[in-house]
């Protein structure tokens, strides 16, 4: 990665989302030419290319680049998009101490905060000026998670929306120094499955969607988790089976369908290979009905 400058945040408090989406550029079509946007603005690249400036500073951004303009400065298009161009963006601000540096050292508070048994000191969180990103597919799903809770309703999405946003920041954080590493490979894998864990995976659509070697994802799994990726999404599959027989009143047949499982055989077998019973006799050593009468086949239970 080539050399870059920071910006760093003294944290807490920790900056905050505003706005963001995902965007499409034709070809043709420019960034848009602004002086003093009032807050930050990240572009995220995912497909095309994007030619953009501030103030004495240009830039050429390829997929899984990322770039941070600042606030009240001027941010200008270098020349047009040459074909069709997919991009994240979002505006987030702060409202307390940051600065741009080159080397990343910890920002200290200008009114120092009494020490307290609950307190944490400050932190300092670093974020690249511009940067490739060696493993983008987290990334992207929290963004793409990002953009959901902005559209749910205010009240309720308030929480979710921060929550989501300083996992974004943290993955901008991490990925510099992750880039190499096969334990993050292997957690990328892991969130991907735990999101996905309803749909049919293979270790061919696993190697597509991260653009690696099966052995090499196997490897990774390995190392981090002591199991392949299959073997990491049965069990959590039998994890989700386990929930569902001891909240729910579905059936067997509908939870074997519903944790992604095509043959109930198949998913009774794995269960009672983890768990030494099969699901129905785990049910009943967990469940009662306290009227006496069996399970119904639907409706939640506390």
Known sequence: MTETTFLSFLA???PYFIEGNLTTYKKGQRHPNRYNLGFFDVIIMKEGSLYLGEENKQWKLLPHDVLILEPN???????????DTVFYWFHFQTKDKWCVQKEQKPLEPDQPVP????????????????????????LFNRLDLLLKSTVKIRSLAFWETQQIFMQVLQCLENDQHNQSSNV????????????????????K???????????????????????????YLSNYRIEQARLHLLKT??????????????RLSYFS?????????????YRKQYRRDRSGVGSGTGGQVP
Request: aromatic fraction near 10%; charge should be negative; proline fraction near 9%.
């Open 184 to 203: 993050k490979l292997a957690e990328q894998i892991e969130i991907y499955i735990k999101q996905n864990y309803k749909e049919p995976i293979t270790n």
């Open 249 to 262: 009143d579905l059936p067997l047949h509908l939870i074997s369908e519903e944790i992604g499982f095509t």
């Open 12 to 14: 807490p408090p920790f």
């Open 115 to 138: 020490t307290l048994h609950y307190y944490s000191d400050n932190n300092t969180v670093h974020l690249p000026k511009h940067q490739k990103l060696g493993n983008p597919n987290e």
């Open 205 to 231: 659509s696993l190697a597509a969607q991260f653009h690696v070697h099966e052995n090499y994802l196997a490897r990774c799994m390995k190392v981090a988790f002591n199991c392949t990726p299959l073997e």
């Open 269 to 281: 077998q794995c269960f009672k290979n983890k768990y030494g019973v099969s699901p129905a006799n």
């Open 73 to 83: 400065k001027h941010h200008f298009p270098v020349e047009p998009c040459t074909e």
